[in-house]
């Protein structure tokens, strides 16, 4: 999943105390924490939680964490140590500031948090996000939590769904995690550590936060996975059933127009998955599909299961069931024992897909898992300009893509207002902003256009 990054800064002065808590979640990572924020805020939200996007004013701060890459957890501790600064002040004037660590690095890290960053009252477990209200009550007469059990209950079935939770608006996109964990165990990866084994909630309870969703106005649902494509459920009848079932019954509910899913694992594109691509019009013309690498060496030692070449006619399977398909990928360069040969492997196979968009990371070692144990670790200098040449293809193609879009019609999901007055910003099937002359009140609309013009991440159009 892609992610965002920003830091922790005091934007508002401290505002005066107000009957209602007031809550600040700042999220890193993937969008499956910006999901989990969400359903953190609701269940606070019951608990006479308010969320809000001024620091200054909040009387809880939670850092959703990630833990995928090197440096998040010490990103995390000096954001405490700003916070505790912070809450020093608060309680010079008698105000109360209660600080959380939620999401990955809660997981992998646990007691070390207390330890290291004295101002934290409560360490969350992403398993563990329904007992949040409680482990602020707890903390609120003195004692310091942490839990990071992989819970035996389902968080999900505890958790408050999005319209029973009046307290935010919805837009017109929403995430709807649908799995979680990961069984795979790449050896660079801490997600089957941090996040646990596969899970996949059960086919109703998502059929019935998907109409939920729709009902509060949402248009275009992502169902959100480590390993999406790993989703298996049962029907009524005890039919088994993979994600290409599950994304046939959603199709079916009334007022949703789009349906995108994420992050996918190649091994888990089955036919009924790919049949799904060729035969539903709500499935986005979208696939993320991460190849991680083009050389056959480097993928047996990062234990990915395929070779490139089955990559390779893998795509070309679903380019045939869906022509107009648009490819995504993650690419990591730099693991260890990487030569410039399999370096140059990887390039011939972007060159060979022809990728939308992309995600490229330099490999970094993380605690505990394979990876960190091989010899061989490539010098960082070679990784930086590794990942210079790759990115420099991955960007050439992306805006060959973006430009052939011009003078193409189709559909745009109007989401929210644009730059200008008078401009609403829209997204294409292929996952790019599109701006156009729009009032807010289309928001929520499919409006064909032409596209007239294309930047590098985003598209111009005209109103057909
Ligand atoms: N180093 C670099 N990139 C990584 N990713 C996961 N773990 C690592 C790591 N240790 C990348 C992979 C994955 C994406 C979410 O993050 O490309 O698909
Ligand atoms: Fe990590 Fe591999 Fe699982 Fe993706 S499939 S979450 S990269 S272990």
């Not at 916070?83 to 007691?111: D, F, N, P, S, W």
């Not at 050439?396 to 003078?407: D, E, K, L, P």
């Not at 902003?433 to 289309?442: F, G, K, L, R, W």
Request: aromatic share 6%; glycine share 6%.
């Amino acid at each position: 999943m892609t992610e965002k990054t920003a830091d922790i800064t005091e934007r508002a002065p401290s505002a005066p105390a107000t009957n209602t808590r007031k809550v600040f979640i700042k999220t890193y990572g993937c969008q499956m924490n910006v999901y989990d924020s969400d359903r953190m805020s609701d269940a606070l939200a019951r608990d006479g939680y308010q969320a809000t996007d001024e620091l200054g004013e909040a009387d809880l701060v939670l850092l959703n964490t990630c833990h995928i890459r090197e440096k998040a957890a010490e990103k995390v501790y000096s954001a405490l140590g700003r916070l505790r600064e912070m809450k020093k002040a608060r309680a010079r004037q008698g105000r109360e500031l209660m600080i959380g660590v939620t999401g990955c690095v809660a997981q992998a890290e646990g007691e070390e948090i207390l330890r290291r960053a004295p101002a934290v009252d409560v360490v969350i477990g992403p398993q563990t996000y329904h007992r949040l209200p409680d482990a602020l009550k707890r903390a609120r007469t003195g004692e310091r939590v942490v839990d990071t059990d992989y819970a035996l209950e389902d968080k999900f079935s505890h958790l408050p769904q999005a319209e029973k939770a009046k307290t935010r608006s919805r837009g017109v996109t929403a995430f709807l995690t649908v799995q979680e964990g990961c069984d795979k165990f790449c050896t660079f990866c801490v997600v089957p550590y941090t996040r646990g084994s596969e899970v996949s909630r059960p086919l109703q309870q998502i059929v019935e936060e998907a109409e939920n969703l729709v009902s509060a106005g949402v248009r275009e649902l992502t169902l959100l996975g480590q390993n999406v494509n790993a989703w298996h459920g049962k029907d009524k009848d005890g039919r088994e059933l993979t994600l290409g079932d599950l994304l046939y019954r959603l199709a079916e509910i009334p007022g949703l127009m789009r349906l995108r899913y994420t992050t996918s694992h190649p091994r888990d594109m089955d036919e009924r998955l790919i049949a799904a691509h060729r035969d539903l019009r709500l499935l986005m013309p979208y696939l993320h599909l991460p190849v991680q690498s083009g050389s056959d060496r480097i993928l047996k030692a990062m234990n990915r299961r395929h070779t490139a070449q089955e990559y390779v006619a893998l795509i070309r399977r679903i380019r045939e069931a869906r022509p107009d398909i648009a490819l995504s990928g993650d690419f990591i360069v730099g693991f260890p024992g990487e030569t410039e040969e399999d370096f140059a492997d990887t390039m011939r196979l972007i060159e060979e897909i022809g990728y939308a968009q992309a995600f490229s990371f330099k490999y970094s070692t993380r605690p505990g898992t394979p990876g960190a144990e091989l010899e061989d670790q490539v010098d960082e200098a070679v990784k930086t300009e590794r990942l210079e040449r790759l990115q420099a293809l991955l960007f050439s193609q992306q805006i060959a893509f973006n430009r052939s879009r011009i003078g193409m019609e189709f559909d745009i999901l109007i989401e929210k207002p644009g730059r200008q007055a008078g401009q609403m910003i829209g997204r294409s099937p292929w996952l790019q902003s599109v701006n156009i002359d729009a009032d807010p009140s289309e928001t929520g609309a499919l409006v064909r256009v032409r596209i007239v013009d294309a930047g590098n991440n985003s598209l111009f159009a005209e109103r057909l």
